[in-house]
């Protein structure tokens, strides 16, 4: 158990979305069972174990197997989640597009905005239930009372971390963002027992990202992970783990739903660190308002 684990975590995302954050740790034969599910989840309800081991070409063991993984005994209680999970859908977005279907060149406009829109809303809600509050909480704390807080993600994780660091000045935290790894690497390696090392990741692979945060560990520091994979070696060197919960297909790899989740869990971290101490916050974020609005009325 890591420093800021809850030992009564409970994550409830869908099962897709479990097979997402799961994808590349899968073996080949079981990973054909979750690319088929990902692609049509449909056909859980409609084959029987055996139809679907013989389908994707591998054993109903290996189907039983991949069920483990994402918390299940079995086929028959996936199935009946899964008939649960579809019907909540369509009853809350209609038979169009459905949630988590990839875009493709034969969609109407309409229908390409229906899409993003369910994927990023069903993205937000996923991440909010996923999210240990116990280690949420944590969190904040470590970063009300941090001397610094550094935070690092590569390519479109980086929104999240200059979000982040520009929210956190805001109120008057020393929060510092940065886009070069080797520019990270170097204060995270001076980080210290007092500072709070946060990593973006979607993948939870990223090199860079896991490099960044083992220098702040190595350091002494509190070190946190966003990512939509727990499970990963980024989660492997964090202290806190706060988890997104998305579906990112082929054709939305440009990290869509993924950056909306990763700032709606900024968001979360922002709003709690500021009601810690509302009066200072507040103060800090008129008086940060005042400063720059000769620049942007251009006065």
Do not use: W
Not at 75 to 100: C, D, I, K, N, W
Not at 201 to 226: K, N, P, Q, Y
Not at 284 to 298: F, N, Y
């Amino acid at each position: 158990m890591t420093v800021l684990e809850s030992p009564n975590s409970v994550v409830r995302v869908s099962i897709r979305t479990s097979i997402q954050s799961r994808l590349d740790t899968y073996p080949p034969s079981t990973r054909r069972v979750a690319e088929a599910i990902l692609a049509r989840p449909q056909i859980v309800l409609e084959q029987t174990i055996t139809e679907l081991a013989r389908s994707c070409a591998t054993s109903e063991t290996s189907v039983v197997r991949f069920c483990r993984t994402i918390g299940f005994t079995g086929y028959a209680p996936m199935r009946l989640q899964m008939a649960t999970e579809l019907a909540t859908e369509s009853a809350q977005f209609g038979q169009v597009g459905e949630y988590g279907s990839d875009i493709t060149d034969a969609d109407s406009l309409a229908e390409m905005i229906a899409k993003i829109s369910r994927s990023e809303i069903v993205g937000i809600q996923e991440t909010a239930a996923s999210l240990d509050l116990d280690v949420l909480q944590s969190v904040i704390d470590r970063i009300v009372t941090a001397d610094t807080v550094i935070v690092f993600g590569v390519s479109a994780s980086n929104a999240g971390a200059r979000d982040l660091a520009q929210k956190l000045l805001r109120v008057g935290r020393t929060a510092l963002s940065f886009t070069d790894a080797h520019d990270a690497l170097v204060p995270a390696t001076l980080l210290g027992p007092g500072g709070v090392a946060i990593a973006f990741s979607h993948s939870g692979r990223t090199r860079e990202a896991i490099e960044f945060l083992r220098a702040a560990h190595d350091s002494g520091a509190t070190t946190v992970a966003i990512t939509n994979a727990a499970d990963s070696p980024l989660g492997g060197v964090a202290d806190a783990v706060l988890r997104t919960a998305v579906r990112e297909t082929a054709f939305r790899s440009g990290a869509m739903a993924s950056r909306i989740a990763q700032l709606t869990v900024v968001d979360y971290l922002f709003v709690g660190v500021a009601r810690t101490d509302p009066d200072r916050s507040v103060s800090a974020i008129r008086r940060t308002h005042s400063a720059v609005r000769p620049l942007r009325d251009g006065e």
